[in-house]
């Protein structure tokens, strides 16, 4: 597995797990009361930095397992890597728009500040989500 897989592997794993971490802290203060009463922002910005923190701790971890296993081949790049990181990110930049869109449209219906952030969150969270199965997929049977 090539470094850039490897980090990809690690980007979706943190962040499915921050994204389930994040939603099932939410519904659990739901089931209390109404979602527009939840103090999200602190659960929001806890989750956002720990994942961020999770991934490089997890990247750096992984890194130093396969550099010595295979200390040639870290941080290798080629072309195919530079092609699977453009396709991706178009992939990931997909879901920006949508959740762009969405905020656009929340806005403009005055909608609370609680599905404005999420709509944001969650599109930022499916766009990382979404460019790093297109790049395993493409790791995994190439591009087209």
Not at 15 to 21: C, K, N, T
Not at 27 to 54: C, F, H, K, N, Y
Not at 67 to 93: E, L, N, T, Y
Request: net charge negative; glycine share 10%.
């Amino acid at each position: 597995m090539v470094y850039q897989e490897r980090n990809i592997w690690t980007s979706l794993i943190v962040s499915a797990v921050g994204m389930a971490i994040y939603t099932v802290i939410v519904l659990q203060q739901a089931v209390e009361r109404p979602v527009t009463e939840i103090d999200w922002v602190p659960i929001m910005l806890w989750t956002i930095g720990g994942s961020i923190v999770a991934a490089i701790v997890l990247s750096i971890l992984w890194g130093m397992f396969a550099g010595m296993r295979d200390p040639d081949g870290v941080g290798r790049s080629d072309q195919r890597d530079r092609d699977i990181s453009h396709m991706s990110a178009r992939v990931g930049q997909a879901f920006l728009v949508i959740a762009g869109l969405g905020v656009i449209v929340e806005c403009a219906v005055q909608l609370d500040w609680f599905w404005i952030a999420n709509t944001m969150f969650y599109g930022f969270a499916l766009s990382s989500i979404g460019g790093g199965v297109a790049s395993v997929i493409a790791y995994r049977r190439g591009l087209v």
